[in-house]
C-alpha cells in the first residue's frame, strides 16, 4: 500500500496506464503533469521544485547528474523559502527567516499545544478551552507559530505548487512525530481533501507532507483511510459554533477502515491548526475506526495575538481550511 501511493505521489506518474490513473482517482493527491509543474516552477522567484522533484530528481548516472546540479546551482541558486534571498542550499532558510520562527518550546496545553503564559501545575496542563471542550484528539503538536515566514512556506506549497516544501516542512515536524508517535503502531493519515478541491488544486498539500514525513521517520502513511464527503464552506471569520456546523459529517471512514486502523495510533497530519474545527470532525470520524488513539501533527499552530507579540494573525478568523481563499505571497 505505502509503496504503491508513493509511486503515485512521483511527479509525471500520471502518464501511468489505466489501472494507475484509477488508483491515483482514490488516492489523496493527483500529481501534476510533470511539463505543466516545470512551467509553474520556472515562473516562480524560487525554484527549489526543479532541484528536488524536477530535474535533479531523475535517476541519471552520478557524473551527469553532479554536472546538472552545477549549472543549475549557477542559473538556479537555492532560495529561501519564505523571503526569496539567495541562501547556501536546498530547503534552507535565511538566517533573519529562521531567526523568526518560533519552535513553540515553552510552556503549552497538552491537548491543543497552545501556548501558556506560564507552566501550569499538573503533568498533563490544559488550557482553558480544552478543558470546558475536551477535543477528541490526545495531543496536537506543530513544528511552528503560525507567523510570517510559516505562513509563506505553507501558502506557497498550497497554492504556489512549490511541492519541495512539502520536504522542508516534514523535517521540521519530524523531531516532533517521533515523539508523539513513540514506539506504539502509529499511522499518519493526512487531514483529505474532497475530490473537487482535490482535481482543481492537483494534489493535497497535507498528503504530500504526510509522505515526506513518512520518508523520513518510517512511520507509515495511509491516504484511503479517511475520506471528505461534504466540499466544505471557507469557516474564515466564522463563530465558533457555526465551524462545527461546517464541518460537521464532512468525513467519513473508508469501507474498511476498521481492519487497518483497529488498535493503533492514527495521527492526523495537517499545514495549519488554528481553531481545530477541521482536525476536531476528523479526529471523531477516526475514532469509530477502532484506533487506540487518535492525535494530531501540524506544520504551524495558529497562536493568540495575546501570547504573539508581532503576529498579526486574528486567532479565531484562521483554519487550514480558512486559507484557502488566500492567494500566495
Ligand atoms: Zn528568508
Ligand atoms: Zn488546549
Redesign the pocket.
Known amino acids: 500500500m505505502r509503496g504503491q501511493h508513493r509511486q503515485a505521489v512521483a511527479l509525471g506518474a500520471v502518464a501511468g496506464g489505466g489501472k494507475k490513473r484509477r488508483r491515483l482517482r482514490h488516492a489523496a493527491l493527483v500529481p501534476i503533469p510533470a511539463i505543466l509543474h516545470k512551467g509553474i516552477m520556472a515562473t516562480n522567484p524560487g525554484n527549489a521544485d526543479i532541484r528536488t522533484a524536477g530535474w535533479t530528481g531523475l535517476d541519471w548516472p552520478g557524473s551527469l547528474r553532479r554536472a546538472g546540479r552545477t549549472i543549475l546551482d549557477y542559473a538556479l541558486p537555492p532560495r529561501c523559502p519564505a523571503c526569496g534571498v539567495i541562501v547556501g542550499d536546498d530547503r534552507q532558510f535565511c538566517l533573519s527567516c529562521w531567526s523568526s520562527l518560533d519552535f513553540l518550546d515553552g510552556p503549552a496545553?497538552t491537548?491543543?499545544?497552545?501556548p501558556l503564559p506560564t507552566a501550569l501545575p499538573g503533568s498533563e496542563p490544559?488550557?482553558g478551552?480544552?478543558l470546558a471542550d475536551p477535543?477528541p484528539f490526545e495531543g496536537a503538536p506543530a513544528a511552528v507559530a503560525y507567523g510570517p515566514a510559516a505562513r509563506t512556506v505553507a501558502l506557497r506549497l498550497k497554492y504556489g505548487r512549490r511541492t519541495g516544501h512539502a520536504r522542508l516542512m516534514a523535517q521540521l515536524m519530524a523531531r516532533r512525530l517521533t515523539i508523539l508517535a513513540g514506539a506504539g503502531d502509529a499511522l499518519l493519515v493526512a487531514v483529505p481533501l474532497h475530490r473537487w478541491r482535490l482535481w482543481s488544486r492537483g494534489f493535497n498539500q497535507a498528503a504530500l507532507v504526510a509522505d515526506e514525513l513518512a520518508k523520513l521517520t518510517g512511520v507509515p502513511c495511509d491516504h484511503h483511510l479517511l475520506l471528505r464527503r461534504k466540499a466544505t464552506a471557507s469557516l474564515r471569520g466564522k463563530a465558533r459554533r457555526e465551524r462545527e456546523r461546517i464541518v460537521a459529517g464532512a468525513f467519513a471512514l473508508a469501507a474498511d477502515a476498521k481492519v487497518r486502523a483497529a488498535g493503533r495510533h492514527l495521527i492526523l497530519i495537517d499545514d495549519v491548526h488554528a481553531s481545530g474545527a477541521t482536525l476536531r470532525a476528523a479526529a471523531r470520524a477516526l475514532k469509530r475506526s477502532g484506533a487506540s488513539r487518535v492525535s494530531a501533527l501540524s506544520w504551524a499552530r495558529v497562536v493568540p495575538d495575546a501570547l504573539m507579540p508581532g503576529n498579526i494573525f486574528d486567532f479565531a478568523s484562521l483554519d487550514s481550511d480558512m486559507i484557502d481563499n488566500r492567494m500566495s505571497g
Open positions: 496545553c491537548r491543543c499545544s497552545i490544559s488550557c478551552a480544552c477535543p
